[in-house]
């Protein structure tokens, strides 16, 4: 059996996920956000907003990043989604002023703010924008 869901339909399925527990990583096949929800990527987007957010590295994907120099999906900011502009998004708002956060897994064990190369863990609100400069905290 095939489903077929209208415009509207899948507009009113990705609202729903507004506040809800999500998992985003940077999908470096497409250039964008992939966002997940129990383990499924539910929507690829542009901007996303986040709050009460961790920011996580699974370890074991790291180190085989490292052992083999190729790269997997292992590191992620997760949060209550806020705010998207689904994926191609015509309105990318533009780079806020907060802290850049960045991760290497090369260079690092965990997330960074740009600036100092200090660890971040956690962060009140990100805002996630498919540019230049990718991550910002903007509330500790």
Wanted: proline share 4%; glycine share 4%.
């Amino acid at each position: 059996m095939i489903i077929v869901i209208t415009e509207s339909q899948n507009k009113i399925l990705l609202d729903s996920l507004i506040g809800e527990r999500v998992m985003v990583y940077y999908n470096l096949n497409k250039h964008t956000f992939s966002v997940q929800k129990k383990g499924l990527v539910v929507l690829h987007a542009d901007y996303v907003k986040l709050k009460d957010v961790e920011f996580r590295v699974r370890q074991g994907g790291k180190e085989k990043v490292r052992r083999e120099k190729s790269k997997n999906v292992h590191a992620f900011v997760i949060g209550d989604l806020v705010e998207f502009c689904q994926y191609p998004c015509d309105n990318i708002p533009e780079e806020p002023v907060g802290e850049i956060v960045t991760y290497d897994p090369y260079k690092y064990e965990s997330f960074v703010y740009k600036e100092t190369k200090e660890p971040v863990y956690d962060a009140k609100e990100v805002d996630m924008i498919n540019s230049k400069n990718k991550l910002f905290v903007i509330e500790k």
